[in-house]
């Protein structure tokens, strides 16, 4: 009869071990799902805020908009990580020649180099040229570069 009740009761701890550690396993796993969920609206917000933002420069536009995208673009890049910054091209045509490139970052606008080219953006964009803006999009739906061409000089 002892041995009987020594089994039981090795039985029975075996048994709570196991629910411990069942129980350990799922609040892990919750844990982890809901972390993910948490970076997912992250990012779903994040990439409503740029649409909601940016989508209007797609198109044809004029250059004072152009010159508006890229004040828009150096204040909203200048907390974000360099994967969620959007870049800037502005080319004088179709093919390609005279782009000037810009991410807005804020460690660039330190950089006179950077400032410097800015300026020449900004300065290169007259408010009545006609632009088109095309928007590049990345798989997860963000924004990653904005495109501007010169289509009429005005």
Do not use: H, W
């Not at 990012?43 to 989508?55: R, V, Y």
């Not at 908009?65 to 870049?87: G, H, P, T």
Request: aromatic share 6%; charged share 25%.
């Amino acid at each position: 009869m002892e041995n009987a009740s020594k089994a039981l009761l090795i039985a029975g701890g075996v048994l709570v071990a196991l629910l411990v550690i069942s129980l350990g396993m799922y609040i892990i796993g919750r844990a982890q799902n809901t972390a993910v969920s948490a970076e997912e609206r992250r990012l779903q917000t994040l990439t409503q805020e740029q649409i909601n933002k940016f989508s209007q420069y797609s198109g044809e536009i004029y250059g004072m908009e152009v010159e508006n995208c890229i004040r828009r673009i150096a204040s909203y890049n200048k907390d974000k990580a360099s994967s969620e910054r959007i870049l800037i091209t502005l080319s004088k045509n179709t093919g390609g020649t005279g782009i000037v490139e810009y991410d807005g970052s804020a460690d660039e606008i330190i950089d006179p180099a950077i400032a410097n080219k800015m300026k020449n953006i900004m300065s290169e964009t007259d408010r009545n040229d006609i632009y088109t803006g095309t928007i590049t999009y990345l798989a997860n739906g963000m924004i990653e570069k904005i495109d501007f061409v010169l289509k009429e000089k005005k």
